[in-house]
C-alpha cells in the first residue's frame, strides 16, 4: 500500500475538453483529450507516458505544468491541490524540458543569461549568488564554462538541451515533465542526455513523469509505465509487467508497432496502432 507521504504528484478524476467547430449548419462537438485520469506518481520514481500521437499525452503534460486549465479533477502535489492561477508557485516545484531545445531557448539569449531568467523571475537571492548558481547548475550538466556566454545557435543539439535542463533545474523543483526531451537529438546524444538525466535524479532526489514514442528508451528508462489511449490511461504497471506480459490489446499492438533489431520481429499486423 502505498502512504499518502510518498505520493509527489496525483492526478484526481482529470479531463480537459475541447469544443470542435463542425461547420455552419452542424452544432459544435466536444473532444475528450483527457478523459477522467486518475493517477499517483511516488516520489522518486520515473513513470513513463506512452500512446500515440494525439492521445492526449502533451494535453496532459500542458495541465499539469498549469499551461492549461482541466475541464474537470484536480491536481496536488505533496497532498495539497494545486490553484491553476498560482503558477509561479507551481513552476517552483515543476518544471519541463521540452522535445525542441532551440525553439525553447530565446535566440537572443546567452546560455546563462537563458538559465538565469527562472532565479530573477521568482527573486531568489541576489545577483551574485544567483551568477553562482547558474555556473553550479551548468557545470552540473556538463557545459564548459567557454559555453556560458554563447548563443543557442553557437551549440551542438546536444549541448542546447543541456541548457534546457539546467534552466529547469536551477529553482531547484521535485517534479520534471520531460516531454521526448530526446527525440529530436543523434543516437548517441541521447544516451549521454538520457545518462544525465538518472545522474541528476539520483543526485537531487527528482521525481520524473517521462513522455515519449521511443518505447526502447521509456524500457531502459522507467520504474513503471503508463498506457494512454483516446485521453484515458488504459494499462498501468511496472516496467517488466508492461513489456513481457501487456494486458490490454492496445498496449500489446502498441509494443508489436515498436522496431527490433531482428528481422521478421516487432512487425505489426495490418489493423496496427501506429506510434509517432
Excluded: W
Amino acid at each position: 500500500m502505498i502512504e499518502a507521504n510518498d505520493i509527489a504528484l496525483e492526478l484526481c478524476a482529470l479531463s480537459r475538453r475541447f469544443k470542435l467547430k463542425r461547420g455552419l449548419f452542424r452544432a459544435p462537438g466536444v473532444i475528450a483529450a483527457v478523459d477522467n485520469i486518475s493517477l499517483r506518481i511516488r516520489r522518486g520514481e520515473t513513470l513513463g507516458l506512452v500512446g500515440e500521437s494525439g492521445c492526449g499525452k502533451s494535453t496532459l503534460a500542458k495541465i499539469l505544468l498549469g499551461l492549461l486549465k482541466p475541464s474537470a479533477g484536480n491536481v496536488l502535489v505533496d497532498g495539497k491541490e494545486v490553484n491553476p492561477r498560482e503558477r509561479r508557485a507551481l513552476a517552483r516545484r515543476i518544471q519541463p524540458i521540452f522535445q525542441d531545445p532551440y525553439s525553447s531557448l530565446n535566440p537572443r539569449r546567452t546560455v546563462a543569461d537563458s538559465v538565469g531568467v527562472p532565479l530573477r523571475l521568482h527573486r531568489v537571492g541576489t545577483a551574485a549568488e544567483q551568477q553562482a548558481s547558474v555556473k553550479k547548475m551548468l557545470d552540473l550538466v556538463g557545459l564548459p564554462e567557454r559555453t556560458h556566454g554563447q548563443y543557442p545557435s553557437q551549440l551542438s543539439g546536444g549541448q542546447r538541451q543541456r541548457v534546457a535542463i539546467a534552466r529547469a533545474l536551477v529553482l531547484r523543483p521535485d517534479i520534471l515533465i520531460c516531454d521526448e526531451p530526446t527525440s529530436a537529438l543523434d543516437v548517441s546524444v541521447q544516451a549521454q542526455i538520457l545518462n544525465l538525466l538518472m545522474d541528476l535524479k539520483a543526485e537531487f532526489g527528482l521525481t520524473y513523469l517521462f513522455i515519449s514514442h521511443d518505447l526502447g528508451v521509456v524500457e531502459h528508462l522507467v520504474d513503471r509505465v503508463a498506457v494512454m489511449y483516446k485521453g484515458q490511461i488504459v494499462e498501468l504497471g511496472p516496467r517488466e509487467q508492461i513489456f513481457d506480459r501487456p494486458a490490454h490489446a492496445y498496449t500489446r499492438r502498441l509494443l508489436a508497432s515498436a522496431l527490433t533489431p531482428e528481422p521478421g520481429l516487432g512487425i505489426p499486423d495490418i489493423d496496427r496502432v501506429a506510434v509517432a
